[in-house]
């Protein structure tokens, strides 16, 4: 099953998906500028075989849920979301707001 629904963080709405996989959930929450994910994202290919599309990504490691990914610590961010002000360890909901 896929869900999708509209998230308020601090009153901008972000999109959170969540598609449930046999053992285990895919989670994204995103906007038109970028996003942030679960475990399941593969910063390195973003960061090496795709750096020319200057990825807005970044991932926390052993979130189930949505409120979990928003809380959790970011272990890989791309590149391109340096730009941003995004720093390994920061929450996903700090990054967020980052491209607000």
Do not use: Q
């Not at 969540?18 to 390195?44: F, K």
């Not at 807005?56 to 949505?66: D, E, H, K």
């Amino acid at each position: 099953m896929i869900t999708i629904n509209p998230l308020d963080v601090e009153g901008i709405i972000f999109t959170a998906i969540r598609v449930e996989l046999p053992r285990t959930n895919l989670l994204i929450i995103a906007n038109e500028i970028g996003y942030i994910m679960c475990a399941a994202l593969d910063v390195n290919v973003l960061n090496e075989r795709l750096k020319e599309r200057h990825v807005i990504a970044g991932r926390a490691n052993g979130v189930r849920t949505i409120d979990e990914l928003l809380h959790a610590p970011l272990e890989m961010i791309t590149d391109a979301s340096k730009e941003y002000g995004w720093e390994v360890g920061m929450n996903g909901k700090d990054a967020l707001l980052k491209i607000a």
